[in-house]
Structures are given as structure tokens and as C-alpha cells.
């Protein structure tokens, strides 16, 4: 499971969610599994039964508020009984730069919890919050290929190795589209089933030609040849003309491949001299972006020729 500790948020994100310690240094290595944030309103008032722990626990106006009108024996007892019962909470965070009610940073230290202030209002804190979280807790994996924008979508180029993935890369870029990255692509898989590739930090804007070696794509083409990153929404596998392989000739095969949850579009296109595979992928991009609108173009074709095969079925349709 992938989680970041409460020492990290500290540390990493400290500026920009102007955060301060207030108590439980010794404490820092509790760790935040997800992204989701909770409002412990109900578990301060005494009704516990849905809180979840697990989550970094976000204090605001009306909390902080409540906890300072209400019974201070009350509070107490509820405080303890949220955090004797639930021993995973990361941390609770007060916001708008709150004034932390004695009760609630008593019971911080005797479990053990720590207790952060953020200068940031509420939303805004949620916000950058659940957004950074999102990004580190994502599930994550790392692919051999190269990731090309191209006319809007992330198309993922793989296939053995010297089959030409980097030198179609290179020119896609050539023909105005961007470069996310070359020979190792990093996934993390997005709410929504949405696979965000990205270019590993040692590779960013570099780039391996076989007989060429490492070029600096950033110098030789400029910032604007490459994207940071891209949600992947095709995958082109290249691979040998092979005379006796089946290829697809009709689009209306769908065929799939799995990166994580998510079952990506796949395309096979066979490379011989003479393919401009640029030109191909382009169109593939194209092709797929159209499916994406709900239109088939190969599902079309067919209906077209079943529909001269058989005039009268046809006839029946239309009325």
C-alpha cells in the first residue's frame, strides 16, 4: 500500500499549505493512505459511529467553534472515545490559522496523534490537500516505451527493442506533436480509471537514438516539443512484418491491453520498409479519438455493406 507520512506532509508540503507543528513531533511517522479528507464534526458531538479514521482529520471554523461552546467534560469524553477506539488517525489539521482548543490538543498528545495548523481556509486546504494526496497515493507502475501526445491524446508507443519506437517518436515531434517520454514511461493510475503518464525525473527531455546516442530533445527542439504529462488514451504496438500473422484489416476487432485497473485501446501495426509509421500513428490517434465521440467509423462501413448485401432488411430498419 502507498502512503506518505505525516513527517513527509510536513516536510514537502509545508510552504505550500503554509502548515505549522503544534504538538507530536515524536509522531511524524503515522501514515496518511489515502486521499480522502474527514470533518470529524459528528465524532466531537458525540456520534462516532461513521468516523473514519483513516483519513487526515480537517478542523475548521465550525469545529473549532463547537469545541469551544461546548461542555468541557462532554468534549472530553467524546475526544477520548474518537481516538481510544481508532488508534490508525494520521493527523488532525486545524485551518484559517484556528486557535487550538485545549481539550482536543490534550487528548493529540495523550494518544499520540499529531496536531497541524494550516494558514489556508478550509476549501482551500481541502483542495490542495486532496489533490497533492491523490497525486503520491495513486497506484503506480513503470512501462518500457515511449509516450508521444499526439493531436490531444496520450499514445503510448511499445514493441521490442530496435523496432523504432524512439525514432517514430522523434518524428511525431517533428510534425508538431509533444514528447512525455522516452524508453520508460511512469503510470499512475487517476480517479475515474485514468492513467496519467509521466516522463521518471533522470529522463525528462532526454532521449536515446540508436546511432545517434542521448540527445537533449528540450535543446534541439525547443520546451515547447515536450508535455510533462498526459492521460493515456491509446497504445501502439510495433512489431515485425511477419507474412503468415494475422493483422487487422477491418477496425472492428476491439482489442485491449491492461496497465494497471484500466483496460487501454491497443493497435498492432506491423512495420516493413516503406510504413510511414508517424503518418499511421497519427491517424490511429485520429481514428481513436473519434471512438472516444461514440463514432465507429468501421461500424458504419459494415452496417453500409450489410445493408447492399440485404435492401429489404435494410428497408425494414428504416421504417
Request: glycine content about 8%.
Amino acid at each position: 500500500m502507498r502512503f506518505v507520512t505525516v513527517g513527509n506532509l510536513l516536510k514537502e508540503y509545508r510552504a505550500l499549505l503554509k502548515l505549522e507543528l503544534l504538538s507530536g513531533r515524536a509522531n511524524l511517522k503515522r501514515k496518511i493512505t489515502t486521499a480522502e479528507v474527514n470533518r470529524p464534526g459528528l465524532a466531537l458531538a458525540g456520534f462516532p459511529d461513521h468516523f473514519r479514521a483513516e483519513r487526515v482529520q480537517i478542523i475548521g471554523r465550525g469545529e473549532q467553534s463547537y469545541c469551544m461552546k461546548a461542555s468541557a467534560k462532554s468534549l472530553e469524553a467524546n475526544i477520548e472515545r474518537m481516538f481510544a477506539n481508532h488508534h490508525e488517525i494520521p493527523c488532525l489539521v486545524l485551518t484559517r490559522k484556528l486557535k487550538a482548543p485545549q481539550t482536543l490538543v490534550r487528548a493529540c498528545r495523550k494518544f499520540k496523534v499529531p496536531l497541524l495548523r494550516s494558514g489556508l481556509d478550509t476549501a482551500d486546504f481541502v483542495g490542495e490537500i486532496t489533490a497533492m494526496l491523490d497525486d503520491r497515493l495513486a497506484p503506480l507502475t513503470r512501462v518500457h516505451g515511449v509516450l508521444v501526445d499526439v493531436y490531444g491524446l496520450g499514445v503510448m508507443i511499445q514493441g521490442e527493442a530496435g523496432i523504432g519506437k524512439s525514432e517514430c517518436a522523434l518524428e511525431l515531434v517533428k510534425r508538431g506533436h509533444l514528447l512525455v517520454s522516452d524508453d520508460i514511461v511512469e503510470i499512475r493510475q487517476k480517479h475515474g480509471a485514468i492513467l496519467d503518464g509521466a516522463c521518471p525525473e533522470p529522463l525528462k527531455h532526454y532521449m536515446e537514438v540508436r546511432g545517434l546516442g542521448i540527445i537533449d530533445m528540450k535543446l534541439l527542439f525547443g520546451i515547447g516539443s515536450l508535455m510533462p504529462h498526459t492521460p493515456i488514451g491509446l497504445l501502439i504496438h510495433l512489431e515485425p512484418w511477419d507474412p503468415t500473422a494475422h493483422y487487422e484489416r477491418t477496425g472492428l476487432e476491439r482489442v485491449t491491453k491492461k496497465i494497471l485497473d484500466v483496460e487501454v485501446p491497443m493497435v498492432r501495426i506491423p512495420v516493413s520498409p516503406g510504413r510511414n509509421l508517424a503518418v499511421l500513428i497519427e491517424v490511429a490517434s485520429l481514428n481513436q479519438q473519434l471512438k472516444i465521440d461514440g463514432d465507429f467509423p468501421a461500424e458504419r462501413f459494415n452496417q453500409r455493406i450489410l445493408a447492399r448485401m440485404n435492401p429489404r432488411r435494410a428497408r425494414t430498419r428504416r421504417r
